[in-house]
Structures are given as C-alpha cells and as structure tokens.
C-alpha cells in the first residue's frame, strides 16, 4: 500500500499527484526534444553549424551541476522550495536565451536552464519517495513515466508549430510560460511532504558525508550507473536520430513520426510496467527488460554489418522500437530500486543518482558523436554495450543485500 505523508497537511489525490509531478518533471523532456526541429536555424542564425549541438549537452552539463545543488537543498528546504527554486532559474535561463546575440550568449542561458530544471527533476523523485515506497513507488514512477511518453511524441512537434509562428526565440518563451504555469500549479495546489521534524540541516561536512555514503553503497551505484548507460543511449539517439533519417536514409520528412513511435514503445512500457509491478516485482521485471534489451540491440549490430550500414528503414525503426520499449521497463524499475535504501536522504540521494547518471550519460553519448559515420554500425555497437554494461550491473546489484544509507548527523558535545 502507499506510504502516504501525514505529517504535512492535505495530500492531493493520486491522480492530481501524478498528473502535477508528470507535468513538472516533463521539463526535462521539453527542454532537450523541443529544442531539435530548431538546431538547424539556430546555427545559421550565429553562423555555427559545427557547434550548434552544444545547445543540447549544454543543458545536460547545467543538469549535472544542478543535480548536486538541489538535492541538499530539497532535504534542508523542503522538496517544493527546491523545485519552485529550480523554476525560476529555468525561467531566467529561458530569458537569457531568447534574447542572445551570440551562440555563447545562448550556451549560458541553456547551461542556467539545465542547473534550474534539476530542482523539478529532483524536488519530484523526493516527493514521490516521501510518499510512496517499494512497488508503490515504482507503481507511481511508471504511470509518471506513461504520462511524460506524450512530451518527447509533441515536442518536436510542437517546436515546428512555434517555429511556424516565429523565429526560434519563441521557444525559449515558450519554456518561460509553460514552466511558470507548473510552478503557480505546485505553489497552490501541492502541499510539502517533507516535515519539518524530517529535514536535514544543510551542511557542506554533511552532504560530502552523506555523498560518500551513497556512492559506498554497491548497490545504489551499480543501478545509478545502469541507469546512467541508459540514459546515455538515449541521448546518443537523439544527437544522430535526424542525421540518421536525413541523410543515411534521405527520408527527413519521417523523423517526427518515428520519433513519436519511439517515444510511444517507451510510454507503453511504462504502462505495461506500472500494471505489472506489483504482481511480479521490481527485480524480476528489470532482468527481463534487459536481456530483452541485449537481444534486440544485438540484432541491430547484426543487421547493420550485413547491410553496409544501413538495414531497410523498416527493420532499424522495429529494432529501435523494441530497444526502447526495453529502456522504458527498466527507467522506472532501476529508478525505484536505486531509491529503495535512501529513504532517510532521498533529496541528496535523488540528487547524486541524477548527477552521475546524467554525467555517465554525457560520456556514452560523446563518445557516440564521435565515432557516428552516418551509419547504424556505431548506435549498433552502442546500444549492444549499454545492454551488455546494463545486464552486468543489473545482476550484480539483484545480488546484494538492501542497506540503508543513514543521514548525517553532527556530533554533539
């Protein structure tokens, strides 16, 4: 059954819950999808075709930092000063951003939209752990996970819509506006679900303390750095997702709709997760996914050495879909799990998991971009290794015993 939080007023309904937290969570997914269908503009605009895909690791590298920032603070502050904290330094990244006269200009503004939306991202995975636990949690987890399937399916779209009504500036305005709304959303309708009698001081000493504790604990880490290659697949997708269908297929005109239909085979999974959870369990569910995940990858690599490259669009789009359909099991499942022995610090804890998970990401997607030939061979050997590294570490953390990772707490004289 749900742990609910008392100690903190009214809670809203489940359903309220999950659709406010999806909302404020999506801004991850706006800020890094919506962005896509105008990367291309951007570059002409600043004469910086080469590096306009830091426009995207940019705001992932703001994340990072981010993350390390409002996990301390949700536990010290509460989770909704945290996440109304992160909105409005979204916004002003946002503002920054809209009115750039150069791409440097812009990278900053998106470096301070990555370090704002950590606190939405972070502040929401406490919350639900304050008021949820074990299947419950996981439960809550994928049906928000169901809910965000529609961002990354209409962010692209969306970002065509608004390009057609102005220049890529109203994007930006757009952020501004949409995450403004989520906040005033949070701020009347949500109480805190952190107690006072439950918070932890903020320290420097503590957090260092409690951040070692973490990454100490072998199994928190092993499902961190799954989720961190999983992740990193995903990002790697994105960077050569529409160089993939533009140019080694000559069939851009599809890139929004098979980028919905990944989108949609990882919304699925979610659903199809949160039904089976508690009948079946967290674990169980998170082995499956990821051998089906090595599987599918695996026939990917095979089909591209076979075909030069380049399998029918058919057979790359099916195989993409069964990989992230795979993807999408294992985010909420690895998540809950991760979480499970960091009840005491769950700010911090959601904090460190998102930070080195984000930063793992960063890497496995670089190193991606820098071997892409505009064929499937590199996202093959990628996805192969993410499924490979992901099943290794899957296995590794089922084996260990659960052990709580108590907070800090000062000496007293």
Not at 266 to 294: D, E
Not at 309 to 315: E, V
Request: proline fraction near 3%.
């Amino acid at each position: 059954m749900p742990n609910v939080t008392k100690a903190c007023g009214r809670s809203t309904s489940e359903f309220e819950f999950v659709a406010l937290f999806a909302s404020l969570t999506s801004l991850t997914a706006l800020a890094l999808s919506m962005m896509l269908p105008a990367l291309s503009d951007i570059g002409r605009t600043f004469s910086a075709e080469q590096d306009v895909h830091k426009v995207v690791s940019t705001l992932v590298l703001g994340m990072v930092f981010g993350e390390l920032f409002f996990g301390p603070l949700a536990d010290a502050r509460g989770r909704k000063s945290a996440i109304l904290i992160g909105i409005a330094l979204f916004i002003a990244g946002s503002l920054i951003a809209m009115l750039a006269s150069s791409l440097t200009m812009l990278l900053f503004g998106r470096l301070l939209q990555g370090i704002g939306v950590a606190g939405p991202k972070i502040g929401s995975r406490a919350a639900i752990r304050d008021r949820y636990a074990g299947g419950a949690m996981a439960r809550t987890m994928s049906l928000i996970m169901t809910v965000l399937v529609l961002v990354p399916m209409l962010a692209p779209v969306l970002g065509e819509w608004v390009l057609e009504l102005g220049s890529w500036r109203f994007l930006f305005g757009a952020y501004a506006g949409l995450s403004l709304l989520a906040a005033l959303w949070l701020y009347f309708r949500q109480p805190e679900t952190l107690g006072q009698e439950d918070r932890l001081p903020f320290s420097v000493r503590g957090s260092f303390v409690v951040a070692l504790r973490i990454l100490m604990n072998a199994k928190v880490l092993a499902y961190t750095l799954a989720a961190g290659l999983l992740f990193g697949a995903q990002l790697s997708y994105y960077g050569v997702a529409q160089s993939i269908f533009s140019i080694t297929y000559q069939r851009a005109e599809l890139f929004t709709t098979f980028f919905a239909l990944l989108a949609f085979a990882v919304g699925a999974a979610s659903l199809i997760n949160a039904k089976l959870v508690l009948r079946l369990g967290t674990a169980y569910l998170a082995r499956t996914a990821v051998m089906g995940l090595v599987l599918s990858s695996g026939v990917l690599l095979v089909s591209a050495l076979l075909s030069n490259g380049t399998p029918p669009l058919w057979i790359f789009v099916g195989l993409c879909a069964g990989c992230f359909f795979c993807i999408g099991i294992l985010f909420g499942n690895l998540g809950a799990m991760a979480m499970e022995s960091l009840g005491a610090v769950a700010g911090i804890g959601a904090s460190i998991i998102a930070s080195v998970s984000s930063l793992v990401a960063v890497l496995v997607s670089n190193v991606l971009g820098s071997f892409h030939d505009e064929t499937l061979v590199p996202l093959g050997i990628c996805f192969v290794a993410v499924g490979m590294g992901t099943l290794l570490l899957v296995g590794f953390a089922t084996r260990r015993d659960d052990v709580e990772v108590l907070p800090y707490r000062p000496a007293t004289a």
